[in-house]
């Protein structure tokens, strides 16, 4: 499909967090917005998708797939079965399913849609609502690489897209798809220690968040990697270093290995319970 075609694209889910998120994206890059439709329950925000991107809504995902070249199913893992019985029977034959839904195989998508069926996992972040994202996609067996791109086209406009076999895609969940979770938390906990040495909540609060955006920012800007920015903030006998050094004592790798670990193991488990129905 050449580049100055726009897809007709179904957003299953699209008053939902990555559901707009997708839609923005693929709006930013310039996709018209008649070529997408986005479907939600009675309910979602559905009005306000509207108002912002300019696109249709439905209540009605079976109609939303009528006609379109891509289905997005962004809807919570353990809403998929369900949405997946509902589109089955409009579903058109040579559509590509596109799913950022975590834990859920392609082979999950495989055995309750059509034979043969396109199926293209991606596993995308909330920074991607501000074209900051960082977004992995993996082919399903059917998927060809003409898929793949048509997958990158419609995310390009979210961040970093970037292509992983189907395997490691709980490995990227847990660095990006969960990630600003953790450094939203460290910030709760540097908050909470900057309180506990004297300063009150909405002064640590506004320091621990602007800290958090400032270093963002200058990894950005500088193309320097973290352990170099982290070396020029580290004096020798200072007190950073002491505190870094207290840190890993504590086990901070260690934390981040436990969460990882936690949360493979979690999307093995809800992979599987799905799956069973
Ligand atoms: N929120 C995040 O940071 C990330 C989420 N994901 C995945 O993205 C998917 C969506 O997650 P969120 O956007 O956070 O969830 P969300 O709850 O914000 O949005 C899901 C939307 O789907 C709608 N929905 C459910 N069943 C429907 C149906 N049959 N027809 C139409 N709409 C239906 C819900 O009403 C809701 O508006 C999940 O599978 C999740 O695993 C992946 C990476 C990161
Ligand atoms: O925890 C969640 O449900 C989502 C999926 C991947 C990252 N966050």
Redesign the pocket.
């Known amino acids: 499909m050449s580049e100055t075609t726009f897809p007709r694209v179904a957003v299953?889910?699209?008053?939902?967090?990555?559901?707009?998120?997708v839609i923005g994206a693929m709006r930013g890059a310039g996709w018209p917005a008649d070529r997408i439709v986005a479907?939600?329950?009675s309910?979602?925000?559905l009005d306000a998708v509207a108002e912002q991107y300019g696109v249709e809504t439905s209540?009605d995902?079976t109609a939303?797939v009528l006609g379109a070249d891509v289905v997005v199913?962004?809807?919570?893992?353990q809403?998929?079965r369900?949405?997946l019985a509902?589109i089955a029977p409009t579903l058109p034959a040579d559509a590509l399913v596109l799913?950022?839904?975590?834990?859920?195989p392609a082979s999950f998508y495989e055995s309750l849609l059509a034979d043969g069926v396109a199926v293209v996992r991606?596993?995308?972040?909330?920074p991607a609502r501000l074209g900051k994202g960082a977004i992995s996609i993996s082919p399903g067996t059917h998927a060809t690489d003409a898929h793949m791109d048509l997958s990158e086209r419609i995310l390009s406009g979210a961040g970093l897209v970037v292509r992983v076999p189907e395997e490691q895609i709980d490995g990227v969940?847990v660095v990006s798809?969960?990630g600003?979770?953790f450094f939203y938390a460290v910030a709760e906990a540097m908050a909470a220690a900057g309180m506990a040495n004297g300063l009150d909540k909405e002064l640590a609060e506004a320091l621990a968040a602007q800290t958090l955006i400032g270093a963002g920012a200058l990894l950005e800007e500088s193309g320097e990697t973290p352990a170099e920015l982290r070396a020029k903030v580290s004096s020798k006998g200072g007190t950073t270093l002491a505190a870094l050094a207290a840190m890993e004592a504590a086990g901070l790798q260690g934390v981040f290995s436990a969460g990882a670990n936690a949360a493979i193991a979690r999307a093995k488990v809800l992979g599987e319970e799905l799956q069973q129905g």
Request: aromatic share 0%; net charge neutral.
């Open positions: 299953l889910g699209g008053a939902g967090t990555i559901g707009t998120t479907a939600g329950r309910g979602d925000s209540t995902a939303a199913t962004s809807v919570k893992p809403d998929m369900a949405l509902q799913t950022p839904a975590a834990a859920l991606a596993m995308p972040n909330t969940s798809g969960s600003p979770a």
